[in-house]
């Protein structure tokens, strides 16, 4: 069953977004070649006090740690260490989350550290990102969420790879429901699988979390001994961008980013809700 919200709700989550989109600014200043993944957990915990707020990957399922932290080919579920330090060059993509008053807040983004990244993982991380903003912008009334996977798909396809070839669309995990739990129904494709059929109908008060995660390689994934830490087999690097988003009777709002999403979405000749904790 989809929870859906209520305008009230909303307003809750998108004061959990809040804290999310501060971890974000933290822990993306304190990326830098040198610090561990350890010291970006810790800069999380940090935001996450200063707000009140909590950790809703602490402890979820045995999660040892404050936020994802994912570096080059680890596609997902990366646990903060001190043995893992940034270096020139990697990319890492943090995934964190934020729960307000019951309700949550979850979203990723791809960082560079450092300077002299190949073109190839510049446009890597764009296309991964700019796939999900595609998928956002499709999050509209009257489309179903078979929309929003073939929003994120059609986008990465017509790219081309630099080198040829075509981007690997994980197929293992994707994006989900949103609200009084981190992950909830419905389970949301970065591609179209017609076994799966549509999909429910979005309507006001639906609320999903879309987080495409692309590599430029192979789709497939293995989780390593640790039970959590999600890697391609081919050892292809790979990027994660995701934001939560509630769809309402004045459209979109997307709860995770500070402008609520008004900018990339204008580009789609989509407008945003208003905020309501404006």
């Avoid at 990326?31 to 800069?43: H, I, N, Q, R, W």
């Avoid at 197929?171 to 419905?186: L, N, Q, R, V």
């Avoid at 001994?225 to 309402?248: N, P, R, Y």
Wanted: glycine fraction near 12%.
């Amino acid at each position: 069953m989809v929870q859906i919200k209520t305008p009230e709700q909303i307003a809750k989550m998108r004061a959990a977004g809040l804290v999310v989109a501060a971890i974000h600014a933290a822990t993306r200043e304190a990326a830098v070649p040198g610090a561990s993944t350890k010291d970006l957990d810790e800069v999380a915990r940090k935001v996450l006090a200063e707000h009140g707020a909590k950790s809703n990957f602490l402890g979820y399922g045995g999660f040892p740690a404050t936020i994802c932290t994912s570096v080059n080919d680890v596609v997902v579920h990366g646990i903060p260490s001190d043995d893992v330090v940034l270096k020139d060059g990697d990319i890492i993509s943090i995934d964190c989350g934020a729960i307000v008053e019951g309700w949550h807040g979850d979203a990723a983004y791809t960082a560079f550290v450092g300077s002299g990244h190949a073109p190839e993982l510049v446009e890597l991380s764009r296309v991964t990102e700019e796939s999900m903003w595609a998928g956002i912008a499709a999050m509209k009334q009257g489309n179903r969420l078979v929309d929003i996977s073939r929003a994120i798909e059609t986008y990465i396809r017509r790219q081309p790879k630099p080198g040829g070839g075509k981007y690997g669309i994980i197929e293992d995990y994707g994006g989900h429901g949103i609200g009084t739990e981190m992950h909830m129904d419905p389970h949301l494709l970065n591609y179209v699988d017609r076994r799966r059929g549509k999909g429910p109908k979005l309507v006001p008060g639906f609320c999903l979390a879309i987080e495409p995660m692309v590599s430029l390689g192979t789709p497939r994934t293995k989780v390593l001994q640790d039970d959590w830490t999600v890697i391609t087999t081919d050892g292809t690097w790979s990027s994660h961008w995701e934001h939560s988003i509630a769809l309402t009777e004045q459209g979109p709002l997307v709860l995770t980013a500070v402008d609520g999403g008004r900018a990339k979405l204008a580009e789609y000749g989509v407008q945003v809700a208003p905020d309501p904790l404006a």
